[in-house]
């Protein structure tokens, strides 16, 4: 009896420690596009823009970026292999308000498994 006991308990154990939070290892992605106003001098224009950073945080918690990365040529970005699960992404734009001078614009998403999904764009300005 005490030898079932063991086994259920290793068992049980296992099937606990086999709940997956958000983060890396699935097949769902996010994608989207990073859109500029540039308002800085006589220049002034508008365009999707290369090379940008765009963050992403797992789950519900406010910490830190779990992971970041750069936009495209085209302004486009996506981030792949992810679980399912609540994520939130972000970019920075010029704030004159900030003491920084940067504020963070963020978008919330909860993915289902093995889904792609378009968060949309982002507008920044500079």
Not at 7 to 18: D, K, N, R, T
Not at 50 to 63: A, C, E, L, S, T
């Amino acid at each position: 009896m005490k030898r079932y006991t063991l086994i259920l308990s290793v068992a049980l154990l296992g099937l606990i420690s086999c709940t997956k939070e958000e983060g890396e290892g699935g097949r769902s992605s996010i994608r989207g596009t990073v859109h500029m106003t540039d308002k800085n001098g006589a220049n002034q224009g508008e365009y999707d823009v290369p090379d940008y950073d765009v963050y992403i945080i797992y789950g519900d918690k406010d910490d830190i970026y779990d992971d970041d990365m750069k936009t495209n040529y085209d302004g486009t970005f996506q981030f792949k292999n992810l679980r399912k699960g609540n994520y939130r992404v972000y970019v920075y734009t010029t704030d004159a308000n900030e003491p920084s001078g940067l504020a963070p614009v963020f978008k919330s998403i909860s993915l289902g498994n093995n889904e792609d999904a378009d968060i949309g764009t982002f507008e920044v300005e500079r």
